[in-house]
Structures are given as C-alpha cells and as structure tokens.
C-alpha cells in the first residue's frame, strides 16, 4: 500500500469520525483529538493533590453510618489548615470550603470538628463556611433554587469560596 493511499485512509477516518461525532459534546475522536493532543491538555489544579481538583465533582459512596461525612470533613478541615490531608495528599495552600449541612443539627459537625482540631495545626476558621440556612430549601423547586443560588454568591462575595 503506497503511503499516498495510507494517507487517504487515514483523512477519510478522521473526516468521517469528526462527522460521526459531530454535535456531540466532551467526545474527542479523528483530528478533534490529535489537535486537542498537539495543544496539549492542561493538568487539572488540584486543591488536594489526588482527591480533589478545581471545577470538579468529587463523589463519596457507602453504606449509611460507616463515615462518609466523618471522613470528608476532615479531608475539608485539614485543606483549610493548608496541612495535607489524611497526613500525605498535597494541599498547596489553604482553601476556603463552604460546608452545606443538609441533614441533622450543627451541634453534629461541630463536635466532630471539635475533635478533628485536637490533630491539626493551623486551622483557618474563617476558610470555613457552615450553613445550615439551606436545611429545608427544596432545590428542585425554581424558587428553592434561586434562594440557594443567592445565599452561595452572597457568601463567595464575602469569602471566595474553592469547595462547596
């Protein structure tokens, strides 16, 4: 096969993958993806080295009662401190976190926080946020949705906020 024809091929793949693909969104294929390999993809920030990183989503699953929150808020408390977290995962400087407490009272976080703190040097308490005004508001709702909107954008203008 002569490399002309090689290089037919390989035009005909890529234009009919970038048709195939086209109107699609987040899916790289054919020159999408060799251009987008050229630029160059810039690595995520990270806010905890290996755990969490600027504009993502991080997602925690387990049974109920086997400590989900427990363990995130220390993750939390901890990037507030600028310490790393769980004692190895690189924080490169403190993050401000806005903690949405969306079941019990404050008195529960509060406690456990209480308790996290006896380990960690340097906690920046303004660098943490502790709303419970959002308990109740339904955010399927448009107006529910407005109302929690507006109470993250007023507290962002007071303290820029990394993590909700």
């Known amino acids: 096969m002569s490399e002309t024809t090689?290089?037919?091929?390989?035009e005909e793949y890529e234009r009919q993958s970038s048709?195939?693909?086209?109107?699609?969104k987040g899916v790289l294929t054919g020159r999408g993806l060799t251009d987008a390999?050229?630029?160059?993809?810039s690595d995520p920030i990270a806010l905890i080295e290996g755990f969490?990183?600027?504009?993502s989503v991080l997602m925690v699953y387990a049974d109920s009662g086997v400590g989900k929150s427990t363990v995130v808020l220390n993750a939390m408390v901890q990037a507030c401190s600028g310490n790393p977290v769980f004692g190895g995962l690189h924080v490169d400087k403190p993050i401000t976190v806005?903690?949405?407490l969306g079941e019990r009272t404050p008195s529960e976080p509060l406690s456990r926080m209480k308790r996290m703190l006896l380990g960690i040097d340097g906690f920046l308490p303004y660098r943490f946020l502790l709303d419970y005004e959002m308990q109740g508001i339904d955010i399927l709702d448009p107006v529910g949705q407005?109302?929690?909107i507006n109470i993250l954008k007023l507290a962002n203008q007071v303290n820029p906020?990394?993590?909700v």
Do not use: Q, R
Request: aromatic share 14%.
């Open 161 to 163: 906020i990394d993590v």
């Open 146 to 148: 407005e109302k929690a």
């Open 6 to 10: 090689v290089d037919h091929l390989i």
């Open 52 to 55: 969490l990183y600027k504009d």
């Open 19 to 24: 048709n195939w693909m086209e109107g699609t």
């Open 37 to 41: 390999i050229e630029k160059g993809a």
């Open 98 to 100: 806005y903690w949405i």
